[in-house]
């Protein structure tokens, strides 16, 4: 706070946080805050140069009237309250202060209805603190990979065909088959284009991988790229979601029996592939929902609450590091959802009296028009024109209640 350079004294009112009181003195104290340091054997002292200084302000006020008591009480309540307020004098610049004393009340029956005090105010900024902000969906994609990358490892010290009979490796190609078939029927079902289908040649791909069964590192690090080739076909995020969920529910049969040592290779590859393809699924599917924009907070909880529930039983099976990059992954799918979900309106149900098109019923709930054609999509199930939704009929809408 500087002093004013201003003609003293103006016109402003004595008042602190706008209540108003008659002032008759006020001092402070203003200047360059130093510290001296004292030496042994030295003669003269050394300082420190800390900051300009506002100091102490202190106000030497009254008041006066019928009501002067109600003054007091009033005066007194902004007194109390907390934090900084507004001090306004005549001779100095306004400036934000907190209460340094309790304020001295002063009567004298002999002057009347008349009471003075004394009060201490002490100038005073507001603290900033450096701010920093979670990039949640960076976060969902940096842990989905790192998941990814554990189940891979742990297929790869699992998995294994060589020296064993030509069936073994057979069921794993069948098995890749029809897990492939599943998800292919899903993403399709979802939304990807016709151009994505053609496009990706699974009998290629499933030929490429039966050359490499006998390097299973290779063979998993192409699991995890074809997924994320194939989810990106898919129109929308959510769709997404949606076709791997079908996906990770899949379970190839095992083997009837495993009485050789063969037929137990053969169950556990079984086991290690599905385990990695469902976290495959996982994984896009997490990275998906990250990337996605939801229309009210019940959607994007029931999608994490979706993603938990599979990162949760997933875990129950890892091995330790595929388990603790899974524990991460669902970590940053809640904190992502949750905050994102709360940002969102609630859906909720709005029953018109008369039939009325949706752009008027926008215009009752929103101030605006303009979401006419969303109510619509909410509700086509219900009617068939959006210039009369029906009355008596509840709808669903989307409210930031």
Request: glycine share 4%.
């Amino acid at each position: 706070m500087t002093l004013s350079s201003n003609v003293w004294p103006d016109t402003r009112l004595p008042s602190y946080r706008g209540v108003r009181f008659e002032c008759s003195r006020s001092s402070n104290a203003a200047g360059r805050l130093r510290v001296v340091h004292e030496f042994a054997l030295r003669r003269l002292p050394g300082f420190e140069d800390l900051t300009e200084r506002d100091g102490i302000i202190r106000v030497n006020g009254w008041l006066s009237g019928a009501d002067v008591l109600s003054q007091r009480d009033a005066l007194l309540a902004v007194f109390k309250e907390r934090g900084s307020g507004r001090l306004e004098l005549p001779w100095l610049p306004p400036a934000q202060c907190v209460t340094a004393s309790l304020p001295e009340w002063q009567y004298n029956a002999q002057e009347g209805e008349y009471v003075a005090f004394s009060i201490e105010f002490l100038p005073v900024e507001a603290l900033s603190y450096p701010v920093g902000a979670v990039n949640n969906r960076a976060a969902v994609k940096r842990q989905a990979s790192e998941a990814s990358a554990a189940a891979a490892a742990e297929f790869a010290n699992v998995f294994s065909v060589q020296n064993k009979p030509e069936f073994v490796r057979q069921s794993a190609i069948t098995q890749l088959n029809e897990w492939f078939n599943q998800f292919e029927a899903a993403r399709t079902l979802r939304g990807a284009s016709a151009v994505a289908n053609s496009a990706f040649d699974w009998s290629l791909y499933l030929a490429r991988q039966a050359q490499q069964l006998q390097n299973p590192k290779a063979m998993a690090s192409q699991l995890l790229a074809v997924f994320e080739q194939v989810t990106e076909t898919v129109t929308t995020p959510l769709q997404a979601v949606s076709a791997l969920r079908e996906a990770w529910g899949y379970q190839a049969q095992p083997p009837s029996y495993n009485d050789t040592p063969s037929r137990q290779t053969q169950a556990q590859n079984a086991k290690a592939l599905d385990q990695l393809l469902r976290t495959a699924a996982l994984t896009n599917a997490c990275q998906a929902a990250a990337a996605a924009s939801y229309d009210s907070h019940q959607q994007a909880i029931e999608i994490r609450d979706l993603l938990l529930a599979e990162i949760d039983d997933q875990m129950s099976s890892a091995d330790r590091n595929t388990w603790m990059a899974l524990n991460s992954l669902y970590s940053a799918v809640s904190s992502d959802l949750t905050q994102r979900s709360e940002r969102l309106g609630r859906v909720s149900e709005y029953t018109p009296q008369t039939t009325q098109p949706c752009a008027l019923i926008s215009q009752e709930l929103y101030g605006t028009g303009a979401r006419g054609a969303e109510i619509f999509a909410r509700n086509s199930h219900l009617f068939d024109h959006p210039g009369f939704a029906p009355a008596g009929v509840a709808l669903e809408v989307v409210t930031n209640d």
